[in-house]
């Protein structure tokens, strides 16, 4: 599928970084498998020495990772189901020694792919298909077109949506009349604004085709955004090496990069490396990550992602539940796991790292957003939140005054609704026990209850009591409290609850 490109000479190679790094998060290490360790370096960097040395049968697999005979005789049935290839530079990633091991999970097949238990995999079953008005084009939200330009891919993925396009074998060399039906469409409808150019890869296409694409979607005035789905940067960096491919993709000026990396050891050197220069040449790049059991589902990994990905300025931008394609059943999590992870992120690392978690729902109807709970309970005048500590905190819902009458004497939840509390703290809170506590005499001579203010139960009158500051909110939903600031910067203030 490469030969016009084969025919030019390679272009001067970005020479990827032999950076040490301190600790063991991403990026990873560089690292090649034994079976490649003699290879040059021009070679090993050169996307088409990669391509042309891909892993392409279960005969070569079974000299490269250890595999039971039952194994490989399911494997041998699978292998005209579908494709398979695992550059040598992702195929490196692998731990050998491991059955279970993330990156081998999703590149290399396995026996579970002919087994669907649930009856749910469906080969379509986002129903794009259904969506299609002119052969490859999906249009399915109103103002967003994608675009299916190749069957090709770099790496082909164990759990990959689109299995019923990546199974043609071959590829589109040149340009097609599909691929003119295509940009007529979008040219001829005004609302379309943005356009996913897709596939399959479509840093896969020869360049020449790749062109066709982006003048064009460039030249129509409507289209604001061109956005290039794409595993390359994880699978295949050494393409995005070529800086002639680079400065073809910033000059349609509309481009932004959808990349996809599950993996904190994806983060590779050379992954950050392309990353940053498709950033220079004036690309945003998002991610989207695939919830996928045995290879991100735990909160430490995911954290580990997210936080590799922030350090190589790539956006987190989603994260899919992962559809139930045909093969892919013992990829699928239950959506509570992906809740539990949400709930693992918000407020434990930076909002601009935390992925939108969205189910792609059947019968085509989109991304629906999933997150955990937030909003506890609900009254005519305010509403309780929970935060990510677990605080209760009462917030006005809206600007009026408060009902008339006196608080009612109760608790929990209710008292924040319906008493004169406003916030309730659980034991033991990291956050409230690192605030300076300050020590102020209650001359009322009676009993005084803290617990608003993360005291526990009441003291004696005129004793000596720690009191952490919290401000709590009166009856118009605004805090009282006299601050005052010392020259060391340290402000203390009390405030009052009027219910």
């Given at each position: 599928?490469?030969?016009?490109?084969?025919?030019?000479?390679?272009?001067?190679?970005?020479?990827?970084?032999?950076?040490?790094?301190?600790?063991?998060?991403?990026?990873?290490?560089?690292?090649?498998?034994?079976?490649?360790?003699?290879?040059?370096?021009?070679?090993?960097?050169?996307?088409?020495?990669?391509?042309?040395?891909?892993?392409?049968?279960?005969?070569?697999?079974?000299?490269?990772?250890?595999?039971?005979?039952a194994?490989?005789?399911a494997?041998g049935?699978?292998?005209?189901?579908?494709?398979?290839?695992?550059?040598?530079?992702?195929?490196?990633?692998?731990?050998?020694?491991?059955?279970?091991?993330?990156?081998?999970?999703?590149?290399?097949?396995?026996?579970?792919?002919?087994?669907?238990?649930?009856?749910?995999?469906?080969?379509?079953?986002?129903?794009?298909?259904?969506?299609?008005?002119?052969?490859?084009?999906?249009?399915?939200?109103?103002?967003?077109?994608?675009?299916?330009?190749?069957?090709?891919?770099?790496?082909?993925?164990?759990?990959?949506?689109?299995?019923?396009?990546?199974?043609?074998?071959?590829?589109?060399?040149?340009?097609?009349?599909?691929?003119?039906?295509?940009?007529?469409?979008?040219?001829?409808?005004?609302?379309?604004?943005?356009?996913?150019?897709?596939?399959?890869?479509?840093?896969?296409?020869?360049v020449?085709?790749?062109?066709?694409?982006?003048?064009?979607?460039?030249?129509?005035?409507?289209?604001d955004?061109?956005?290039?789905?794409?595993r390359?940067?994880?699978?295949?960096?050494?393409?995005?090496?070529?800086?002639?491919?680079?400065?073809?993709?910033?000059?349609?000026?509309?481009?932004?990069?959808?990349?996809?990396?599950?993996?904190?050891?994806?983060?590779?050197?050379?992954?950050?490396?392309?990353?940053?220069a498709?950033l220079?040449?004036?690309?945003?790049?998002?991610?989207?990550?695939?919830?996928?059991?045995?290879?991100?589902?735990?909160?430490?990994?995911?954290r580990?992602?997210?936080?590799?990905?922030?350090?190589?300025?790539?956006?987190?931008?989603?994260?899919?539940?992962?559809?139930?394609?045909?093969?892919?059943?013992?990829f699928?999590?239950?959506?509570?796991?992906?809740?539990?992870?949400?709930?693992?992120?918000?407020?434990?690392?930076?909002?601009?790292?935390?992925?939108?978690?969205?189910?792609?729902?059947?019968?085509?109807?989109?991304?629906?957003?999933?997150?955990?709970?937030?909003?506890v309970?609900?009254?005519?005048?305010?509403?309780?939140?929970?935060?990510?500590e677990?605080l209760?905190?009462?917030?006005?819902?809206?600007?009026?005054?408060?009902?008339?009458?006196?608080?009612?004497n109760?608790?929990?939840?209710?008292?924040?609704?319906?008493?004169?509390?406003t916030?309730?703290?659980?034991?033991?809170?990291?956050?409230?026990?690192?605030?300076?506590?300050?020590?102020?005499?209650?001359?009322?001579?009676?009993?005084?209850?803290?617990?608003?203010?993360?005291?526990?139960?009441?003291?004696?009158?005129?004793?000596?009591?720690?009191?952490?500051?919290?401000?709590m909110?009166n009856?118009?939903?605004?805090?009282?409290?006299?601050g005052?600031?010392?020259?060391?910067?340290?402000?203390?203030?009390?405030?009052?609850?009027?219910?």
């Amino acid at each position: 599928m490469f030969e016009s490109d084969a025919r030019r000479a390679l272009a001067t190679a970005v020479q990827p970084a032999a950076t040490a790094f301190e600790d063991e998060e991403p990026p990873s290490q560089p690292r090649r498998h034994p079976q490649w360790k003699d290879v040059p370096h021009e070679q090993w960097d050169d996307w088409r020495w990669q391509t042309h040395n891909a892993v392409r049968s279960v005969r070569q697999l079974r000299h490269l990772l250890s595999f039971t005979p039952a194994e490989l005789e399911a494997l041998g049935r699978l292998e005209g189901e579908y494709k398979l290839a695992i550059p040598p530079y992702y195929f490196s990633l692998i731990d050998p020694r491991d059955p279970n091991d993330p990156i081998r999970l999703q590149s290399v097949p396995s026996p579970l792919e002919a087994e669907n238990p649930s009856g749910y995999e469906l080969d379509d079953p986002l129903e794009e298909d259904k969506d299609s008005p002119v052969p490859g084009l999906t249009h399915r939200y109103p103002d967003r077109a994608l675009l299916i330009t190749t069957p090709n891919c770099s790496m082909y993925c164990r759990y990959c949506t689109r299995k019923r396009a990546t199974l043609t074998r071959g590829g589109w060399e040149g340009v097609s009349a599909d691929d003119e039906r295509m940009i007529d469409y979008v040219r001829s409808h005004r609302e379309i604004r943005d356009v996913i150019v897709s596939g399959g890869d479509p840093l896969t296409l020869p360049v020449s085709k790749l062109r066709f694409y982006l003048e064009n979607l460039k030249a129509i005035d409507h289209v604001d955004v061109i956005r290039i789905g794409t595993r390359v940067p994880v699978t295949l960096p050494q393409r995005l090496y070529d800086p002639e491919l680079i400065e073809l993709l910033a000059s349609a000026e509309k481009v932004y990069i959808q990349t996809h990396f599950n993996h904190p050891r994806e983060v590779t050197p050379e992954a950050v490396r392309v990353c940053k220069a498709l950033l220079r040449a004036g690309m945003p790049i998002n991610n989207h990550s695939v919830l996928l059991k045995g290879v991100n589902d735990d909160l430490g990994t995911m954290r580990s992602l997210l936080r590799g990905l922030l350090r190589a300025k790539v956006r987190p931008y989603y994260l899919f539940h992962c559809d139930p394609v045909t093969g892919a059943g013992h990829f699928r999590t239950s959506v509570w796991k992906g809740l539990e992870i949400m709930e693992g992120l918000r407020g434990h690392m930076s909002g601009i790292g935390i992925p939108t978690y969205v189910v792609d729902s059947p019968h085509g109807g989109g991304k629906i957003p999933m997150m955990p709970n937030y909003l506890v309970s609900m009254s005519d005048d305010a509403v309780v939140l929970r935060n990510y500590e677990g605080l209760l905190i009462r917030y006005q819902a809206e600007d009026k005054p408060a009902a008339n009458g006196q608080p009612t004497n109760t608790r929990g939840v209710s008292g924040l609704l319906q008493g004169d509390k406003t916030v309730l703290i659980p034991e033991q809170n990291e956050r409230m026990a690192r605030r300076k506590p300050r020590v102020v005499r209650d001359g009322c001579g009676g009993d005084s209850d803290a617990s608003d203010l993360g005291g526990e139960g009441n003291t004696d009158g005129g004793a000596l009591r720690p009191i952490i500051p919290l401000p709590m909110l009166n009856g118009n939903g605004h805090a009282n409290g006299n601050g005052n600031s010392n020259g060391n910067g340290h402000g203390h203030g009390q405030a009052a609850s009027n219910g």
